[in-house]
């Protein structure tokens, strides 16, 4: 029998777990011959079909999840109206819900895998071809020849730390710039929005394990490991464990994890504080700064200790702290979520992400949404439409601020007087994004540089003040000196002044001097082209004595 995998993701950067992770666990492959074929949402889709129809593959299978979705099916229907003898088995995260509804929508989709498909998925292989003995495996699910839905409920991994590496197998994908590394299954808490709310208990991988696997990827090459474990210090012991021995990885490989900040211990403070920079990514699960939001949510935690935990680690000179709010949350207003952006940038916040809400199948949230009052799109990526707080106007602007934010505030060039700008005047980001919307420019893809030139225009007209601070940044990004916000820096001839105070870099003989002079202070910066060819390796400044 020859099965293809459809592995198909949003781009080339992502590369799915999924086939790698069941194929590592084939015995001998069990007479299957195992086939792929591998695109990004922005192939073509007819020559994806003609890859996939060139193999004459007995079973196609993938993994259907939220930015695949909609493209997957057009090529699973072309496939299947070439191939009609061919069996279509999808799983992933977009079964977690109602399946009859979905299978009687997409007929061109023999059967699907609701849940953990390691062992399960090879249970299936032993009866493919024979739908009568399909009723034994656990979470499958598929409507029979005489219209029949049948469903296996939810399969799970028991002995989930015993399941071999995906890293073992043949298909798993060393030519990214990152990997992922599970290292639990399911989670404490029980936020109704996420699909691993309910997956209890919370399955773990030894940490001797875990040191293994990490050597084997440090062998390719890779230095960025994403963790695939949805609150890493659930538990404080483990946490400890974990950093610990990513510590010994410093200097060599650098981790993303998702973090609690209501949970920190002072044991994980402690750790985390004395890490190498740059060995950790933090990404600290805050959703809302509202009580009764988090309350709707069923997310566990208290706020104020997570707002204090936030604060610690957004403090921390050696690590970035990623946080992120949603919009179209039960009880979350855009006025409140304005609010809470500007509580996140006064913590110092590395990064901030607005995203909207998106009932994802098979979540709490989802089920419960007419008595939420919330509206959503029945189709990918099931995002939230209107709800009783925030209208669809409201979800549009929460939409075009989520831009904004990750345009100016998130881009490390214009973070410092972005976040400034948002702390010296409650009515900055509101305003500014107006200005941007009039423009209509919220809605396509602008430069670094041109972000720049918005900031200092806007800036112009509405905060004067903070032209300067735009046009050292400009510099320092080595963005090229012609245009305005770099038009007023000019060559230097003489010697830098003794007591002007090093913003960074060190000043050598070999550089060649520019002065900017601010309103209220002059600045310098030095140039050494044969190292750098457009930024600046010292800047030094001196503020300018009232007359």
Same mark, same amino acid.
């Given at each position: 029998?020859?099965l293809?995998?459809?592995?198909l993701?949003?781009s080339?950067?992502?590369?799915?777990?999924?086939?790698?992770?069941?194929? *590592?666990?084939?015995?001998?492959?069990?007479?299957v011959?195992?086939?792929?074929?591998?695109?990004?949402?922005?192939?073509? $889709?007819?020559?994806?079909v003609a890859d =996939?129809?060139?193999?004459? @593959?007995d079973? %196609?299978?993938?993994?259907?999840?939220?930015?695949?979705?909609e %493209?997957?099916?057009?090529? $699973?229907?072309r496939?299947?109206?070439?191939?009609p003898?061919? %069996?279509?088995?999808?799983?992933?995260?977009?079964?977690l #819900?109602?399946?009859?509804?979905?299978l009687?929508? /997409?007929?061109?989709?023999?059967? %699907?895998?609701?849940?953990?498909?390691?062992? #399960?998925?090879?249970?299936w292989?032993r009866?493919?071809?024979?739908p009568?003995?399909?009723e034994?495996?656990k979470?499958?699910?598929w =409507?029979?020849?005489?219209?029949?839905? /049948?469903?296996?409920?939810?399969?799970?991994?028991?002995?989930?730390?015993?399941?071999e590496?995906?890293?073992?197998s043949?298909?798993? !994908?060393?030519?990214?710039p990152?990997?992922?590394?599970?290292?639990t299954? #399911?989670?404490?808490?029980?936020?109704?929005?996420?699909?691993?709310?309910?997956?209890?208990?919370?399955?773990a991988?030894?940490?001797?394990?875990?040191?293994?696997?990490?050597?084997?990827?440090?062998?390719h090459?890779?230095?960025?490991?994403?963790?695939?474990?949805?609150?890493?210090?659930?538990?404080?012991?483990r946490?400890v464990?974990?950093l610990?021995?990513?510590r010994?990885?410093?200097?060599?490989?650098?981790? /993303?994890?998702?973090?609690?900040?209501?949970?920190?211990?002072?044991?994980?403070? &402690?750790?985390?504080?004395?890490?190498? *920079?740059?060995?950790?990514?933090?990404e600290?699960?805050?959703q809302?700064?509202?009580?009764?939001?988090l309350r709707?949510?069923?997310?566990?935690? !208290?706020l104020?200790?997570a707002?204090?935990?936030?604060?610690?680690? *957004?403090?921390?000179p050696?690590?970035?702290?990623?946080a992120d709010?949603?919009?179209?949350?039960?009880?979350?207003?855009?006025r409140?979520?304005?609010?809470?952006?500007?509580?996140?940038?006064?913590?110092?916040?590395?990064?901030?992400q607005?995203?909207?809400?998106?009932?994802?199948?098979?979540?709490?949230?989802?089920?419960?949404?007419g008595?939420?009052g919330?509206?959503?799109?029945? !189709?990918?990526p099931?995002?939230v439409?209107?709800?009783r707080?925030?209208?669809?106007? !409201?979800?549009?602007?929460a939409?075009?601020?989520?831009?904004?934010?990750?345009?100016?505030?998130?881009a490390?060039?214009?973070q410092r =007087?972005?976040?400034?700008?948002?702390?010296?005047?409650?009515?900055?980001?509101?305003?500014?994004?107006?200005?941007?919307?009039?423009?209509?420019?919220?809605?396509?893809?602008l430069?670094?540089e041109?972000?720049g030139?918005?900031?200092?225009?806007?800036?112009?007209?509405?905060?004067?003040?903070?032209?300067?601070?735009?046009?050292? &940044?400009?510099?320092?990004?080595?963005? @090229?000196?012609?245009?305005?916000?770099?038009?007023r820096?000019?060559?230097?001839?003489?010697?830098? @002044?003794?007591?002007?105070?090093?913003l960074?870099?060190?000043?050598?003989?070999?550089?060649?001097?520019? /002065?900017?002079?601010?309103?209220?202070?002059?600045?310098?910066f030095g140039?050494d082209?044969?190292?750098?060819?457009?930024?600046?390796?010292f800047?030094?400044?001196?503020?300018?004595?009232?007359?």
């Amino acid at each position: 029998m020859k099965l293809l995998w459809l592995d198909l993701n949003s781009s080339y950067a992502h590369s799915s777990l999924a086939l790698a992770a069941i194929h *590592a666990q084939a015995a001998g492959e069990d007479g299957v011959e195992w086939t792929k074929v591998s695109a990004t949402i922005n192939s073509n $889709v007819g020559s994806v079909v003609a890859d =996939v129809v060139a193999e004459r @593959p007995d079973v %196609v299978a993938a993994t259907a999840w939220l930015f695949t979705h909609e %493209v997957l099916l057009k090529i $699973v229907e072309r496939v299947k109206a070439l191939l009609p003898d061919c %069996v279509v088995i999808l799983g992933g995260p977009e079964m977690l #819900g109602d399946n009859e509804t979905y299978l009687r929508r /997409h007929v061109s989709v023999n059967c %699907v895998f609701r849940g953990e498909g390691e062992t #399960g998925f090879h249970e299936w292989l032993r009866v493919w071809n024979r739908p009568v003995a399909w009723e034994g495996v656990k979470g499958l699910c598929w =409507v029979d020849g005489g219209g029949a839905y /049948h469903d296996g409920g939810m399969a799970k991994v028991e002995a989930f730390e015993r399941l071999e590496a995906p890293e073992r197998s043949r298909f798993f !994908d060393w030519s990214k710039p990152f990997v992922q590394l599970e290292t639990t299954r #399911g989670c404490f808490n029980t936020c109704a929005f996420c699909v691993s709310g309910a997956e209890k208990p919370v399955r773990a991988l030894p940490v001797e394990r875990v040191r293994e696997r990490l050597r084997v990827i440090r062998a390719h090459g890779i230095r960025d490991v994403r963790l695939l474990d949805r609150t890493f210090n659930g538990s404080s012991r483990r946490a400890v464990e974990l950093l610990t021995l990513f510590r010994e990885f410093a200097g060599e490989m650098r981790f /993303h994890l998702e973090i609690h900040p209501a949970l920190l211990s002072s044991e994980v403070k &402690a750790l985390i504080e004395e890490l190498p *920079a740059g060995l950790l990514h933090l990404e600290a699960g805050i959703q809302s700064l509202r009580e009764e939001v988090l309350r709707a949510c069923r997310r566990a935690g !208290d706020l104020s200790a997570a707002l204090e935990g936030l604060r610690f680690l *957004a403090s921390l000179p050696n690590v970035v702290v990623h946080a992120d709010l949603i919009a179209g949350l039960p009880f979350y207003t855009l006025r409140q979520m304005v609010e809470d952006v500007r509580t996140l940038a006064s913590f110092g916040t590395g990064e901030i992400q607005l995203e909207l809400l998106k009932l994802l199948p098979g979540t709490a949230m989802r089920r419960n949404a007419g008595e939420l009052g919330i509206v959503y799109s029945p !189709d990918t990526p099931y995002e939230v439409l209107r709800t009783r707080e925030m209208s669809v106007d !409201d979800l549009r602007h929460a939409r075009l601020l989520s831009r904004l934010i990750d345009g100016f505030y998130n881009a490390g060039v214009w973070q410092r =007087v972005t976040r400034r700008l948002i702390l010296c005047d409650v009515g900055f980001l509101p305003a500014f994004l107006a200005w941007m919307e009039e423009r209509e420019l919220l809605e396509q893809p602008l430069s670094l540089e041109k972000r720049g030139l918005l900031l200092y225009e806007f800036c112009g007209e509405r905060y004067p003040a903070f032209l300067d601070e735009i046009s050292v &940044a400009w510099v320092l990004a080595g963005i @090229p000196l012609a245009k305005e916000p770099g038009g007023r820096v000019r060559p230097w001839k003489d010697a830098l @002044p003794a007591d002007a105070e090093t913003l960074e870099g060190k000043c050598a003989e070999a550089m060649r001097l520019y /002065h900017f002079a601010g309103s209220g202070a002059d600045y310098w910066f030095g140039f050494d082209r044969a190292k750098s060819a457009s930024r600046p390796l010292f800047a030094a400044w001196k503020r300018r004595m009232a007359e």
